[in-house]
Structures are given as structure tokens and as C-alpha cells.
């Protein structure tokens, strides 16, 4: 996710660490890196941070769950592996960070502040609840940052300017761009990365057909025997 200048401060606070903590952070689309013009501690970091600490962490069944928990205690110690590295690498962790005292494998909502685009669990897919907010100079430098990854599969942006929302989500390096949103998909549309580790081809929509045809060529020369 990106916010930019003009941005649309509270969508962004609240699709940023909703969209990169569902399902506990187990969806490849989920948007672990939040890029903002002022992401760290004051302003619209510190009401990310609040934000995602009232996030319910729970058993599914219960009412007004939003985390739920990781899927085993080897994914467990996984997560909490990358949280020690993001500490180590200089990053401020602001919330979470360990396991819940209860039965299950359960990590409240994880935000680092201070995250360079370079550390680890910037680079890497967690797949934990864990949120890493990346600062930004210019529209320029947050189209550099969200670019700088080996994954492409999707990007949100956040602005009160529709034509930098379309100027910016063509640069934006990624099968699925969501301007002022973020999650929303629809069966008619094509799904799938722009190269680099976020697979090759596309699910849904008519391009899913590709994946099941052999397209063949057959030349005929119609002055063969004159």
C-alpha cells in the first residue's frame, strides 16, 4: 500500500493494516509493506499502530474476530523468527511481536516502524500478521520503493487525486492495482503477478483459459502441386 501526498489519510490507516493482517497474514496479496509520506511513530503511523491494535484476535467462531490464528507451530515460530530479525535489522517494533498466552498458535497484529526497504521483512514473504511501514520522499521514490521487490502480484495507493491514481498505478509493477480499496476481487477479472517470485500466468477471468489451451500454428502452401 502507498499513501500520497493528498492522500486519503483514514482509508489508508484503515485498509493498511486490515488488508495486511487477514487472515493472519496467510494471503499473497495481503500488503505487508505500508509506504506512507509520514510512516513513522507521529501522525498517520502512530493511528496505524492504534488501529491495529484494537484488531480482535480470536478463535474464528467468535464474534467480531479479525485474526485469527497461523496454522501451525512451526509457521509460529516462523513469524516470530522474522519479528527478532526486523528488531535486530534496526526497526522500532510498535505492537505485538509475540505469542498470545492461549491455546493455539496465535500473534496479535505485529507494526514495525522505522523499516528500510532492504530489511529482511521488507524483502521477504512472512505470512504472519506483521506490518512494515516504509517512509517515502516523492511520488517518485514510493513508486521506486514498491517496485524494489521480488514479488508483483498486487498494490493499493491511496489519494484524493484520481489522475495521480491512474498515473501512479501504471508505474505501479504489479497484476492488480486497488486505488482508495484494497482486497476486492471479482471472478471476471484476471489474477496473477508481473513476473519475479509471484508465479507465472493467470487464474480467473477469461485469461484463466490460456492456462488450459495449446495454441498451435499450421502453415499451408495452396500452390504446392500447380
Known amino acids: 500500500h502507498a499513501g500520497s501526498a493528498g492522500a486519503r489519510l483514514e482509508g489508508g490507516v484503515g485498509a493498511g493494516?486490515?488488508?495486511?493482517?487477514?487472515?493472519?497474514?496467510?494471503?499473497?496479496?495481503?500488503?505487508?509493506?505500508l509506504l506512507g509520506g509520514n510512516a513513522g511513530r507521529e501522525g498517520g503511523g502512530a493511528r496505524l499502530v492504534e488501529r491495529a491494535a484494537a484488531l480482535?484476535?480470536?478463535?474464528?467462531?467468535?464474534?467480531g474476530t479479525y485474526v485469527g490464528p497461523l496454522i501451525s507451530e512451526r509457521q509460529l515460530s516462523r513469524v516470530l523468527g522474522y519479528v527478532e530479525r526486523?528488531?535486530?535489522?534496526?526497526?522500532r517494533l510498535e505492537t505485538g511481536g509475540s505469542r498470545l498466552e492461549r491455546p493455539g498458535y496465535f500473534v496479535p497484529p505485529t507494526v514495525f516502524t522505522g523499516v528500510e526497504n532492504t530489511m529482511t521483512i521488507a524483502r521477504e514473504e512472512i505470512?504472519?500478521?506483521?506490518?512494515?511501514?516504509?517512509?517515502?520522499?516523492?511520488?517518485?521514490?514510493?513508486?521506486?520503493i514498491a517496485n524494489d521487490s521480488p514479488y508483483s502480484l498486487a498494490a493499493g495507493l491511496f489519494t484524493r487525486d484520481v489522475r495521480r491514481a491512474h498515473?501512479?498505478?501504471?508505474?505501479?509493477?504489479?497484476?492488480?492495482v486497488w486505488v482508495n480499496t484494497y482486497g476486492q476481487t471479482d471472478t471476471r477479472l484476471p489474477w496473477g503477478g508481473l513476473g519475479g517470485?509471484?508465479?507465472?500466468?493467470?487464474?480467473?477471468?477469461?485469461?484463466?483459459?490460456e492456462n488450459y489451451t495449446d495454441r498451435r500454428a499450421i502453415w499451408v502452401d495452396l500452390r504446392a502441386g500447380r
Open 127 to 144: 505470512f504472519g500478521p506483521v506490518v512494515s511501514l516504509i517512509r517515502f520522499r516523492s511520488e517518485d521514490d514510493a513508486v521506486r
Open 17 to 33: 493494516p486490515a488488508g495486511a493482517v487477514a487472515r493472519a497474514g496467510g494471503v499473497g496479496a495481503g500488503g505487508p509493506r
Open 56 to 63: 480482535k484476535v480470536g478463535s474464528p467462531r467468535e464474534e
Open 197 to 209: 517470485d509471484s508465479g507465472v500466468g493467470r487464474d480467473l477471468g477469461e485469461a484463466a483459459i
Open 167 to 176: 498515473a501512479v498505478a501504471h508505474r505501479l509493477r504489479a497484476g492488480m
Open 86 to 91: 526486523g528488531v535486530s535489522d534496526g526497526a
